[in-house]
């Protein structure tokens, strides 16, 4: 049985967007596993026996596993002959590390780009709840939280420039080449390059090339994904 990753998907579902599932794709794309992602709603109901409530999930035989650092700590566990996303505490130190700022910075300068665009994309029966859920954890409407694109980007890009003064020395966080570190900034990025109208990412920056370097890697998976820019919506 090929192993299943479930992911948020918008009204047309092979636009499939989630930031921490996006970081389990790409962590099975680095252990080089056959894998199939299935499209999941907000509207739909919690998935499989142990009833989750959120993507991403994956389903290996007969484990599922919810949280993508969890997803990432199974497959290394699981798959030990496959290539390593943590050799050890100090890499899954610093791929933690990535997530705290992710949190504390890179996630506040883009939810102003994408939470709304997230939001329009999605199938009606979805829409209400995500917006219920969105607005209560922001205390003010989805409206009230969209930036336009000049501000949009230039928030991004303030965000980021602790990760482009890291990367203007090296290719990947985790040096020459990618750890789950990488993926952990990949999922939040690429969430906003799917549900946005524009190319929020500066290309010229570090981090910038770093992102195509990643979006390039594995045949080119994440580059040529749907995006709203790309394909029908609807």
Same mark, same amino acid.
């Given at each position: 049985m090929? +192993?299943? /990753?479930? =992911? /948020?998907?918008?009204?047309?579902?092979?636009?499939?967007? &989630?930031?921490?599932?996006?970081?389990?794709?790409?962590?099975?794309?680095?252990?080089?596993l056959d894998f199939e992602v299935v499209p999941w709603h907000w509207n739909e109901p919690n998935i499989g026996p142990k009833n989750l409530a959120s993507v991403p999930v994956l389903h290996d035989g007969d484990n599922w596993i919810g949280d993508s650092w969890d997803i990432a700590l199974y497959l290394d566990k699981q798959y030990p002959d496959k290539p390593t996303l943590m050799a050890g505490a100090e890499s899954q130190a610093a791929a933690q590390f990535v997530m705290g700022v992710c949190g504390a910075m890179v996630f506040p300068?883009? +939810?102003?780009?994408?939470?709304? $665009?997230?939001? $329009? +994309? /999605? =199938?009606?029966?979805?829409?209400? /709840?995500?917006?219920?859920?969105?607005?209560?954890?922001?205390?003010?409407?989805?409206?009230?939280?969209?930036? &336009?694109?000049?501000?949009?980007?230039? &928030?991004?890009?303030?965000?980021?420039?602790?990760?482009?003064?890291? !990367?203007?020395?090296?290719?990947?966080? &985790?040096? =020459?080449?990618?750890?789950?570190?990488?993926?952990? !900034?990949?999922?939040?990025?690429?969430?906003v390059d799917i549900v946005s109208s524009y190319r929020a990412i500066d290309e010229s920056s570090a981090v910038g090339k770093w992102f195509v370097r990643l979006e390039n890697m594995y045949d080119g998976y994440a580059r040529d994904v749907p995006t709203v820019r790309n394909t029908q919506i609807a």
């Amino acid at each position: 049985m090929a +192993i299943k /990753l479930y =992911d /948020l998907a918008a009204a047309n579902p092979k636009i499939m967007f &989630g930031p921490f599932s996006w970081r389990s794709r790409m962590a099975l794309l680095h252990k080089g596993l056959d894998f199939e992602v299935v499209p999941w709603h907000w509207n739909e109901p919690n998935i499989g026996p142990k009833n989750l409530a959120s993507v991403p999930v994956l389903h290996d035989g007969d484990n599922w596993i919810g949280d993508s650092w969890d997803i990432a700590l199974y497959l290394d566990k699981q798959y030990p002959d496959k290539p390593t996303l943590m050799a050890g505490a100090e890499s899954q130190a610093a791929a933690q590390f990535v997530m705290g700022v992710c949190g504390a910075m890179v996630f506040p300068g883009a +939810i102003p780009v994408a939470v709304y $665009q997230a939001f $329009q +994309i /999605l =199938d009606e029966g979805s829409k209400p /709840l995500f917006r219920k859920s969105r607005e209560e954890m922001f205390g003010c409407t989805l409206e009230a939280i969209h930036v &336009g694109e000049e501000k949009g980007k230039a &928030g991004l890009a303030t965000a980021l420039a602790p990760f482009n003064e890291t !990367l203007a020395s090296s290719s990947f966080l &985790g040096g =020459d080449a990618p750890t789950y570190a990488d993926y952990v !900034l990949f999922g939040v990025l690429k969430w906003v390059d799917i549900v946005s109208s524009y190319r929020a990412i500066d290309e010229s920056s570090a981090v910038g090339k770093w992102f195509v370097r990643l979006e390039n890697m594995y045949d080119g998976y994440a580059r040529d994904v749907p995006t709203v820019r790309n394909t029908q919506i609807a």
